[in-house]
């Protein structure tokens, strides 16, 4: 299967030229039907590759692509363990989603157009998780990223949909030239960008090298852009602009995992550079805390949804941050499970709500919708750490590891995971329990999603109860699938200063279930029993909820430190500098050329004497300058 690699990203990308160049002609069964084909399809050859995999990486060249002076780069693909899994989840999460977007985007004029998007961005999310080198890698980024900015911006029409996708683009444009710089930098120290030869020398360098801090100081700007980590996580929650599909795909499962995946692609780098892994871990459990807080209040489904993907993200920084790169990977792959979940079953509850996001106007949903019910609380379960869900054991695992690495980052995680299961079953019960607090027209609309959109739903939903069973702890077993299968090209790092005992483990264990059990009764109480719906009247709250409901107003400080001064220097630009300076000298010059014309002009006004006179007078100072000189 190794041989057929290449036809990975291939298969996308032919789906998006068909459906390009097919347009509005198409049929939407058919658009929705090549779409979901090709990534099938890649699928099909990712998971032959996953189950042949060689025992050691390999490299497929497909042809050599820039050789210039000592700077050689092939276009080239990795196949390893890593790049494996990653496959795996961007293929299967992607044809799922693809599946449910035929349902979803039925009555969409542009279907056709938004399954060619989702076809490109599946071809340059490959292309990322399988380049060879930092430059093939870098392509496939900035293509994502492009992509990212057509899917939020889908519904172009909408003005504040096109300043969501315009403050993602060029949030990310950011960490995008930290990233650039940092391949500039890895080439002039290593000479090369090539993963085979950069990673052996860094594996036997010094640590803590004022030039690999460097490098993984500016690929981790980049994937603070990427991933959404602070500062640079604002364009995340805007996002969800775009349709729920995209929600799911890109900014849930897969795109905001690039610059997680570089970082674990990059593990020997960071691994030399424990300096950078302590400020990874720092911001990590900062971006995990401070996304959680802000999720407690939001009353918009996907926007709860999405700073809930800010905190997960940050929960597998801080597991890289004490060098736990599988693990870390672990919860990238159940977070993928019950994230693209949870979206798509709020994309069920928003399709029966005839697109009502605000949760304060939903309630006693679970009749109505049976399927998105049980699937939701499925994946409110796995991302809250209930046994025996996916989330459970990938963030338990992560605990344990900052237990021996950072007390201190330890307790801001376990309050995170605290803050995590009251939000989401804060969200859960103002959805599905108590009475309708919608219009009756809206009442009159619920219903339960087609099986396009449900049959994803069942998948994902038997993916977030049975995924976390890959990595189960050591007092369950002494073989940890996922780890060890990662273990030839990212093995956890030797970081922590106390190994976790079993007690440990086990007190941990009991300590969860107990917090879990007394946050979902609290919950229950709170939203269900006393029926305590969140008040449309911001007068009503407490100043501390104000804040987190404004998003402690970091957008409006961004504004005022950025965009205000910037838009004002761009006025200035506009009206003063560019028509009276830029303006005033190509007129000068302009001015300049007419005069002098003007005066060379009257040399030939075609009076035949002044001709004679010029020509006697020329005469006359040659014969001059030959006998002076």
Same mark, same amino acid.
């Given at each position: ?7 990975v990203p ?25 779409g979901? =084909? ?17 025992? +050691? ?6 042809f050599?692509?820039?050789? =210039? ?14 790049? /494996? ?21 039925s009555?969409?004029e ?8 989702l076809?490109l ?10 380049g ?16 990212? !900015?057509?899917l ?18 060029i ?9 650039l ?25 010094? @640590?803590?090298?004022?030039v ?28 969800? =602009? ?7 795909l ?22 030399? /550079? ?11 459990t900062a ?29 597998m ?10 693990s ?29 996001q ?47 690495h ?13 803050? @995590? ?26 219903h ?5 959109? @449900? ?22 077993s002494?073989h ?6 990662? +273990? ?7 970081l ?27 919950? !229950? ?11 449309g ?18 957008? +409006? ?33 302009? =001015?300049?050329?007419n ?35």
């Amino acid at each position: 299967m190794i041989d057929w690699i290449w036809l990975v990203p291939v298969f996308p990308l032919l789906g998006f030229l068909l459906i390009s160049l097919g347009g509005k002609q198409l049929p939407k069964q058919a658009a929705g039907f090549i779409g979901s =084909a090709t990534v099938l399809a890649s699928f099909l050859i990712s998971l032959g590759t996953f189950l042949q995999l060689p025992a +050691e990486p390999t490299t497929v060249t497909l042809f050599p692509w820039i050789h =210039a002076g000592n700077f050689h780069v092939d276009f080239s693909f990795l196949v390893d363990p890593v790049s /494996a899994v990653m496959l795996l989840i961007v293929t299967g999460v992607g044809f799922l989603i693809h599946v449910y977007s035929i349902g979803y985007m039925s009555h969409d004029e542009a279907f056709a157009r938004f399954f060619s998007y989702l076809n490109l961005f599946v071809f340059f999310m490959l292309l990322l998780v399988l380049g060879d080198n930092y430059l093939v890698l870098f392509t496939g980024w900035e293509g994502v990223g492009l992509c990212s !900015y057509l899917l939020i911006g889908f519904w172009f029409k909408h003005p504040e949909y096109n300043k969501a996708a315009n403050k993602a683009f060029i949030m990310n444009r950011i960490g995008d030239l930290a990233f650039l710089l940092g391949i500039i930098l890895t080439f002039v120290h290593f000479g090369s960008i090539t993963f085979s030869e950069v990673f052996p020398i860094a594996k036997n360098a010094a @640590t803590n090298q004022p030039v690999i801090i460097a490098i993984t100081l500016l690929f981790f700007i980049g994937a603070t852009g990427k991933s959404a980590q602070l500062p640079l996580y604002t364009w995340l929650p805007d996002a969800m =602009a775009g349709p729920t599909p995209v929600s799911a795909l890109i900014h849930a499962a897969t795109m905001v995992t690039a610059g997680l995946y570089m970082v674990v692609r990059s593990n020997l780098l960071y691994s030399a /550079a424990p300096f950078t892994l302590e400020i990874i871990g720092i911001v990590g459990t900062a971006t995990a805390l401070f996304a959680a807080a802000i999720a407690l209040t939001q009353t918009d489904i996907k926007k709860v949804l999405a700073y809930s993907t800010v905190s997960q993200l940050g929960y597998m920084f801080a597991a890289l941050g004490c060098g736990a790169y599988a693990s870390s990977l672990f919860h990238v792959t159940t977070h993928a499970f019950f994230k693209a979940l949870l979206f798509l079953a709020a994309g069920s509850v928003i399709h029966a709500m005839g697109g009502e996001q605000d949760i304060r106007k939903m309630g006693g949903l679970r009749k109505k919708l049976p399927i998105t019910y049980a699937v939701f609380l499925i994946g409110t379960l796995a991302i809250a750490g209930v046994p025996p869900f996916a989330g459970f054991f990938s963030k338990d695992e992560i605990l344990a590891y900052m237990w021996g690495h950072n007390r201190v980052l330890f307790f801001f995680l376990a309050v995170t995971s605290v803050m @995590t299961a009251f939000y989401m079953f804060r969200l859960f019960f103002l959805t599905f329990f108590g009475g309708f607090r919608g219009t009756h027209e809206q009442e009159h609309h619920l219903h339960e999603s087609p099986a396009a959109m @449900t049959f994803p739903l069942i998948v994902l939903a038997v993916l977030s109860t049975l995924g976390g069973f890959m990595g189960l702890p050591s007092i369950f077993s002494h073989h940890h699938a996922l780890r060890e299968f990662l +273990e030839p090209v990212a093995a956890n790092a030797s970081l922590m200063s106390v190994e976790p005992s079993h007690f440990f483990e086990w007190a941990l264990i009991a300590t969860s279930l107990v917090v879990l059990a007394i946050v979902i009764v609290y919950a !229950y109480n709170r939203y269900v029993k006393r029926a305590n719906v969140p008040s449309g009247s911001e007068q009503e709250w407490d100043q501390l909820s104000r804040w987190s409901y404004h998003k402690f107003y970091v957008d +409006e400080f961004y504004d005022a430190l950025f965009v205000r001064p910037l838009r004002a220097l761009g006025g200035f630009f506009g009206r003063v500098f560019d028509p009276q300076v830029l303006d005033g000298a190509v007129t000068a010059v302009s =001015a300049g050329v007419n005069g002098a014309s003007g005066l060379l002009r009257r040399v030939q006004a075609g009076g035949i004497g002044f001709y004679i006179f010029l020509m006697v007078f020329g005469i006359i100072a040659i014969l001059v300058y030959n006998l002076v000189l």
